[in-house]
């Protein structure tokens, strides 16, 4: 599949046209960004370890029935994905209490929530993706009734299936966010799920110790993202061949591919 003219670029990944107007080619970078861009890094290896681990949790997901965007991975940091038109709202699903609900509502952090909670932000960086009621969806027509409760079904599927995944890995899966997209299948509108499922967009803690195995490494200061996100992998049994990832050799990984090519 050749890479087309550059679409759009965000913060952690790019999109690429193709010949085919109904695919497109979505590139992981390895910049880390948080609060809202105010803090920016590079993070060698991010971006390749984010396409394998979103890869897997994508196909595994479609197993169960969750239709969603990505066709297949074409290498160490691209994957072929359906085009689709964006629903313009952050949901973010959370198990345990912690960032900024806690702060929001001064909820103690760590507090297991008696059900899942949804919350919804509105995807606008100028205005720090602020927290909104299902009633402003509706009111500013950002999704219809209909495709709320579509999305309101398939994230409880996609968290009860993720939660079981993770914590038979040790892991605990504490919060994370998703975003969905619109697209025509036979002839007929439907939204399927979009974007990135990775360390980058979830909270993962060991099941035992509680460390921390996500971006919020990047955005507390506490190092070692790399192999944090290296350990997800490879409990998830994505990288066997692999036991001692490190930047270095995810950066070698991708240049011994790339001269392959
Ligand atoms: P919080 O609202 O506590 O900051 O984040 C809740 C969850 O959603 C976390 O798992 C966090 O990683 C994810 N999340 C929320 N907004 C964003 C975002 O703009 N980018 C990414 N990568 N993750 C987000």
């Not at 036979?186 to 060991?206: F, K, Y």
Request: charged residues 35%; glycine residues 6%; aromatic residues 6%.
């Amino acid at each position: 599949m050749k890479k087309g003219k550059k679409l759009y670029e965000g913060k952690a990944k790019i999109i690429y046209a193709t010949q085919d107007k109904a695919l497109v080619i979505q590139y992981f970078k390895d910049d880390a960004t948080a609060f809202n861009n105010q803090k920016k890094s590079t993070i060698e290896g991010k971006g390749v370890l984010n396409n394998r681990i979103s890869e897997h949790i994508l196909s595994n997901l479609s197993q169960i029935g969750i239709k969603n965007h990505l066709v297949k991975r074409l290498n160490m940091r691209e994957q072929l994905i359906k085009l689709v038109e964006i629903v313009p709202i952050e949901f973010i699903i959370r198990n345990v209490a912690t960032g900024s609900i806690t702060k929001r509502l001064g909820i103690e952090d760590g507090t297991v929530l008696k059900e899942p909670l949804i919350e919804y932000c509105l995807k606008d960086d100028a205005l720090g993706d602020p927290l909104i009621a299902e009633e402003h969806i509706y009111t500013f027509d950002w999704a219809t009734k209909k495709e709320i409760e579509k999305i309101k079904k398939m994230i409880l599927r996609i968290n009860d299936f993720m939660v079981g995944m993770f914590r038979g890995i040790g892991i605990k899966l504490i919060d994370f966010k998703l975003e969905f997209g619109r697209i025509k299948i036979n002839g007929r509108n439907e939204v399927i799920l979009a974007d990135e499922i990775s360390p980058d967009t979830c909270r993962l803690w060991d099941s035992i110790t509680d460390k921390k195995l996500d971006k919020d490494r990047f955005r507390k200061d506490l190092g070692d993202l790399i192999p944090a996100y290296t350990e997800v992998a490879k409990r998830l049994g994505i990288l066997h061949e692999q036991s001692n990832i490190t930047a270095v050799n995810v950066t070698k990984l991708s240049s011994v591919k790339k001269k392959r090519k």
